[in-house]
Structure formats: C-alpha cells, structure tokens
C-alpha cells in the first residue's frame, strides 16, 4: 500500500468518500486518489514523491502553472497585512477595474468565493431584475451545486451517474428547464411554451463540464438573438472559459455579448474567489444599491484579491500567452488524434484554445448524449495507465484537460510519448 493509499483510508473515516468534492475520489477511474504534496509550474507531486505532468490545473486556474512566483510573492505579501477584515479594501477596487477593463460588455463586479456562488447570485440577479423566476439550462452543462442549477447537471454530478441532486426540492427544480446543448430549435420551444417566464438562459459558451464540447457555429449568436426576441437575460458560465479563452473570456473570443458573466477560481490564481459581473443596471439591482440580496465576509479577501490581481495582471500584459497555449492544444489534439488513427480506439478529440478532450467514443460529441456515449471503462483504463506514465488527467472522462503556459515542448512531447504507449497497450488488449 502505497502512502496516498493509506492516506485515503483515513480519509474516509472523517470525510464523505474520503474527499471534500467527488470527482477527486477516483470512484470513476477505479482506484484511490494520488494525495498530492505540492506542485510547481506544470507538475504535482504526490506524497510518495512521483512527479507528474499536471493537466488539471487545479480544474483550470493554474494557467500560467503552479506557484507562479509572482502570484507567490503577491499573496505572502499580502498576507503580511492580515488574513481576513470583513471590510473594504483598495485591492477589491483594483481587481474589479483589471477585470472590468479586460472583459468586453461589463462594468462593474461582485466578488465572491467560488464559481458556485458567483452562478447562484447571477441567477438570483437575473430573476430579481426580470421579476420572472424560470431558467433555461443546458443538459450536461455544470453550474455549481446551487440548487436550481443541480439539474441534469454534469461534472461530478455526471460522472456519479445522478444529474439530478437528492435535497433539491421539486418546486425549484421545476424553474430549471433544459434544452439541449448546440439545438436552437430546442431553447426556442422551451422559450415558447414559457412566454414571458423565463428570467435567463445560462450557457457554458465552451461546455467543459461533460469534457469539452465545442459551441457549433452560431449557437452562441442564436442564443443571444432569441433571448433578446423573448426578453429573457443571457448568462454566459465563464467558470472555465473565463481570461482562459482570451483576456476577455468568450465574450471575446466568440464576439458575442452576454448580459452577465460568472466567473470561478481563475480569477483569484487558484485561492477560492468567483465573480459575477454585468453592465451597471443589472449589477445596481445588487444590494445595498438593489433589492437582490446577496454578501460574504470572505468576498474580496485581501489575500485572495493580491493574488488574483497578480496573475490577471500577467494575463493581461501578455497576450502572446494565449496564442502559444492555444497552439500547444491544437498541436497535442492533432498528435492524439494521429495515435488514433494508428491504434484505433474508437476515440474524439474535441479542442478549443487551451482547452481538450478524449472522448472514447467514435460519433463527434457535440452534446450530452454524444458524451454519454463514451466507454467509461475504456476512459478508466486509459487514465491508469497515463498516470503510470506520470501524465496526471482529470479523473473523469467528463472533465477538462487544461493546457497551460508552463507546459514546455518537452512536456507536450513526454505527453504524447506516454499516450503512444497506453494506445498501443490499451489496443492490444482490445
Ligand atoms: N467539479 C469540479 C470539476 N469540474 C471538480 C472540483 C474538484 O474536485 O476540485
């Protein structure tokens, strides 16, 4: 027995599954987590010492790479100042103008602690604002684990096998209608049959959360025209998306406006921050200016605030950033799918700027039953023994892979390396 292995027996006599968020358990890869010591740039160690080739990134925020001594030096400075007020400071006001001035169609920002909150409060601002109380979802999109948005949710929530939450009440998931994700035709029926009800639809623009499933052309601009003809609020879930895509998030990327924005962990360079953000007469409907009440004594927390402003500052100043991250991911789909068509294992690989999948499933995967369609087991297998290679990927065929910017050619080479071996192994045994 390995020490992540008697760590996580101890675990889980103190906490559910051993865990404190499910997909990190392992259960859909058949094996106990590695119990991570540190990580540094683009590698984790565990607590027995194994380095591996990180492609998680804390589930996306690390996308300049782990400790990044700049983010390091922001928030151990910071912390010099005290932990926690409770009260304003001059960072908040920073952080929110960076974030303001990076990202088109906003202009002013809540902050909060997670991704999460930051959707539970943009929903909240969206039904207070439009006196209307449905939301329009998309099947296989994750939002967080608010209630309303626990439905047919993906993620973790996929990955069990249980899209729908126990403890959600029925009166609030009946608000939450779903449509299906790249299928205009579908939002526009649900639009239709609920004139006039529907405060929002809530859009992960890349979906990330049932692995990476790419918007089809004009999805995104049909979603934005339909919700101006049915005068229902647009959301875009910019959790993974967000300063990822591009400086300006998908907004920016894809050229499309949304009426609010969420974003999650990247905007704090990994220390638990989220945001909601819009233009002034939607975010003035927050209180104390507004009657949409929502609050937290960690909102805007002085350490987590310096090292959010470090990181997006680098973000902001480097652009080139995104144009080599993007070019690594193209680069690595196209080696993954070249080994594909060598070892023929039946499997897609979607990509979009730093983000990709492998789905193991041959149709294209445009949409939840696309990826519903993959072999899990095939995914676990090939997660085992990428791990063996010391390539650590998200422990769930439903999850992201993360390209970042202290992957260096050699790591993307090793990677490619690795995933030649457990194709060819894999297929042999097929
Ligand atoms: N739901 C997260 C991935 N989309 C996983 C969070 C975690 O386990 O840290």
Redesign the pocket.
């Known amino acids: 027995m390995d020490t992540s292995q008697k760590m996580f027996e101890q675990a889980c006599q103190v906490m559910p599954g051993g ?6 358990a392992y259960r859909a890869v058949g094996m106990t987590p590695r119990f991570i010591r540190s990580a540094k740039g683009a590698y984790v160690t565990d607590v027995d010492g194994v380095e591996y080739i990180d492609y998680v990134g ?2 996306g925020p690390m996308i300049l790479g782990h400790a990044h001594p700049d983010v390091l030096s922001a928030a151990a400075e910071a912390m010099q100042g005290g932990l926690s007020f409770g009260a304003p400071t001059g960072r908040e006001t920073q952080l929110a103008e960076l974030v303001v001035s990076m990202v088109p169609h906003i202009e002013m920002v809540r902050m909060v602690n997670s991704g999460t909150e930051a959707v539970m409060s943009a929903v909240r601002v969206a039904r207070g604002a439009t006196g209307k109380d449905k939301m329009i979802k998309f099947e296989g999109c ?1 939002h967080g684990h608010s209630d309303s948005m626990l439905v047919k949710a ?3 929530a996929l990955t069990q096998g249980r899209p729908d939450s126990a403890g959600v009440p029925a009166s609030i998931a009946e608000n939450t209608l779903t449509a299906t994700y790249n299928d205009l035709d579908s939002v526009e029926q649900l639009l239709a049959a609920n004139k006039n009800q529907v405060a929002a639809v809530i859009v992960e623009p890349v979906a ?2 049932m692995g990476v499933v790419l918007p089809a052309e004009g999805f995104l601009q049909g979603l934005r025209d339909l919700c101006d003809q049915y005068e229902a609020l647009l959301i875009f879930d910019e959790v993974i998306t967000g300063f990822r895509l591009a400086r300006g998030g998908a907004q920016e990327y894809f050229g499309v406006r949304a009426d609010l924005v969420t974003f999650g962990k990247i905007i704090g360079g990994g220390m638990p921050v989220g945001a909601f953000a819009g233009p002034k007469k939607l975010m003035e409907q927050v209180a104390p200016t507004g009657p949409v009440y929502q609050a937290g004594t960690l909102s805007g927390n002085p350490v987590a605030m310096a090292a959010g402003l470090a990181q997006l500052t680098i973000l902001n100043e480097h652009p080139e950033i995104y144009t080599q991250i993007e070019a690594d991911a193209a680069w690595l789909a196209q080696q993954l799918r070249a080994l594909e068509a060598e070892y023929h294992l039946g499997c897609t690989v979607n990509q979009i700027g730093s983000l990709l999948s492998v789905f193991f499933t041959e149709h294209p995967v445009s949409n939840y039953a696309g990826a519903k369609s993959s072999d899990l087991e095939r995914y676990a297998a090939y997660f085992r023994a990428m791990l063996k290679h010391k390539v650590y990927l ?1 422990p769930a065929q439903f ?2 892979m993360f390209v970042g910017a202290a992957h260096t050619k050699q790591d993307l080479l090793a990677t490619v390396e690795a995933a030649r071996a457990v194709m060819a192994e894999l297929s042999a045994k097929a």
Do not use: M, T
């Open positions: 865990v404190n968020s499910p997909v990190r804390s589930w994750y993906g993620s973790g990330a959360n998200a999850e992201a």
